[in-house]
Structures are given as structure tokens and as C-alpha cells.
């Protein structure tokens, strides 16, 4: 099992950012590719962002590009979503979750095994 706690969500205005956090623990961190998926009220959940094992390759949904960036420190098991220039379509909870780490950079939720409860973001 792999157990996920996101945080660093909030309110935000205009234009703003903020930096989640997704905390893993339970088994090798570097086993797993991390992403970051996000669900609006009324909609189907999408996928925001990955990052393979290593932290070597980045993937984007293009609603986010330029905006929103993907890391992660092994050392802490820890991955991060940095968000700039916020706008209300960001709006969302936002999830963090794990895939095994073959299947390279997975944009399907289908593919992720374990996920954090979520993190409120509200753009106002």
C-alpha cells in the first residue's frame, strides 16, 4: 500500500499561485511515476500532470502548460505541483496519485493505483 496526503491548497485571487504538496509514504517512492489529476464540480476527473520515477520526464495536460510544474524529491518522497497564473478554470479539487513506474509517463487515471483524499484550490 501506498498511503498519499496532499496539502497547500486554498483560496487564491486572479492571477496567483500556489504549490501543492503530496507527501507518500507506505513503499519505495521511486517505484511509482507521480501525477496530479484535478475533478471541478459537475465534471469528469482530468488529468493536470505527471512525472516519471526518476523526475527525468514531464508530462502537461495543455490546459496547464507554461502554467503548472511537476517535481518531486526522492529524499523526502515528496512530489509538488507549482501553479502560476491562476484562473477560475483552475478551480478544483485536486488530486495527487501513484502509478508503477513501467508505465513510463500515464495520463489515464486508469493506470494509477493509489490516491491522496485531495486538496481544495479556489480561485476567486
Known amino acids: 500500500q501506498v498511503q498519499l496526503v496532499e496539502s497547500g491548497g486554498g483560496l487564491v485571487q486572479a492571477g496567483g499561485s500556489l504549490r501543492l504538496s503530496c507527501a507518500a509514504s507506505?513503499?519505495?517512492?521511486?517505484?511509482?511515476?507521480m501525477g496530479w489529476f484535478r475533478q471541478a464540480p459537475g465534471k469528469e476527473r482530468e488529468f493536470v500532470a505527471v512525472i516519471t520515477w526518476s523526475g527525468g520526464n514531464t508530462n502537461y495536460a495543455d490546459s496547464v502548460k507554461g502554467r503548472f510544474t511537476i517535481s518531486r524529491d526522492n529524499a523526502k518522497n515528496t512530489v509538488y505541483l507549482q501553479m502560476n497564473s491562476l484562473a477560475p478554470e483552475d478551480t478544483a479539487v485536486y488530486y495527487c496519485?501513484?502509478?508503477?513506474?513501467?508505465?513510463?509517463?500515464?495520463?489515464?487515471?486508469?493506470?494509477?493505483?493509489?490516491w491522496g483524499q485531495g486538496t481544495q484550490v479556489t480561485e476567486h
Open positions: 507506505g513503499r519505495t517512492f521511486t517505484d511509482y511515476a
Open positions: 496519485a501513484a502509478a508503477w513506474r513501467s508505465w513510463g509517463q500515464p495520463t489515464s487515471g486508469d493506470l494509477y493505483s493509489y
